[in-house]
């Protein structure tokens, strides 16, 4: 029987998909599930709902709550799986300080969570609570697997791949979605079927390099002349389509995303491209302001009916790695690790996304090569900004935040760097004892 712990268990959409897999699956269906929070009433609305998805499973996995951080060791004692998905500061005050302050400099963000300024302090604040979490691990389950679902991915898994002990595996659904989406607005689903990819790069930059329909014909032609005809039907998917054109590849995450993730579309002596690329600014404020309301909706019909919660096997990575590592039948996924001679125009220590081959035998990356220049290039200006977020998280040097701020695309595009040492600034004294000190 695995144990399954779940840190960050009054996260919304991922508690709820991944423990309702994890329960749907054979293998993994008589889990004990150790549901940890720092949060009383975000652990109750979970425990509430995490247990009506396994009434409604049949009841077989044994679930138990953990609260508060004198109790994180009992929760991870023996793991044999670790899922992190914790939100450090949540929406109120955190990420309404990382939209907020920026914008008093002029700059504007999309969703603010993997990269920009939003992403850097998203994932300063992060990093102490999982090298708590990596202290932990070593001493109660040495031998669990950390699978990180917490954004910036880059970030948080190259910062335990690198620094800690635990085996770390970082996962994101842009990858298993990213061919269905361009074929969906391209109006082509049914060549999905029995197609051929490549997918490498980076976490929400990572590029379908290569993909052919089940004849081994190569549809890259077909997606480049669709991809300008239906420019204007495509409402949200824009940016994505923009790079099909200008960088010659489709990438893995949303337009929403990429679109703060280079110095192209949020400009303020542009602002016309705001409406010609449809690019919604502060989305994340929005989703999350209707993410907290329909959990607390769902919560509250499940109290008084206490009934059973239906749930089909989504298409998060956890499960099927769970499965595949308790198995030993083979799963291929897309997962974030260490760049070892994987992919070679990229340095060592950058966190990149490939395929991965998973079994009893441990998560086995594959090696893809060289990415086309143009694209190992817009990786490598995220890489650049992950690696100094990791080395002022680690030396705790105020300078490498500075430095992150200043490579980063979009605010060294709109902002001098007067004026990004002031937002910084600004930024740490705003997010007070929920960033370390730095000097």
Known sequence: MPKITYLGAGSTVFARNILGDCMATDALGDCEIALYDIDGQRLKESEVIIRAICEG???????TGYLGVENRKNAL?????????????LYDPCTIIDFEVPK???LRQTIADTLGIGGIMRGLRTIPVLADFARDMEEVCPDAWFLNYTNPMSILTGFMQRYTGVKTIGLCHSVQACTYH??????????????????????????????RDKNGVDLYPEIKRLAKEKFDEVFWDRVRLDYIDKLGYYCTE????????????????????IEKFKIPLDEYPRRCVEQIENWAKEYAEL??????????????YASYIMEALVTGVPYKIGGNVMNRALIENLPPDACV???????????????????????????????????????AAVTQKKEHIYHAAMLDPLT???LSLDDIHAMVDELIEAHGNWLPKYS
């Open 57 to 63: 499973l049949g009841g077989r996995a044994k679930i």
């Open 77 to 89: 004692r023996g793991a044999d799986f670790v899922v992190n998905t914790i939100q450090v500061g």
């Open 104 to 106: 008093k400099y002029g």
């Open 182 to 211: 361009l074929f969906d607005w391209l109006g082509i689903k049914d060549k999905l079927d029995g197609r051929r990819e490549l997918i490498a790069g980076i976490n929400h930059m990572a590029w379908l390099l290569d993909v």
């Open 254 to 273: 949303s337009s929403e995303h990429n679109a703060e993730y280079n110095p192209w579309y949020i400009k303020s002596r542009y602002p016309e491209l």
């Open 303 to 316: 109290s008084v009916s206490a009934k059973a919660a239906p749930h089909t096997r989504s298409g998060e």
């Open 353 to 391: 996304e490939v395929p991965c081959m998973v079994d009893n035998f441990g998560i086995n990356p594959c090696a893809v090569g060289r990415l086309p220049v143009q694209l190992a290039a817009m990786n490598m200006t995220h890489i650049n900004v992950h690696l100094c977020a990791i080395e």
């Open 412 to 414: 060294a595009a709109e």
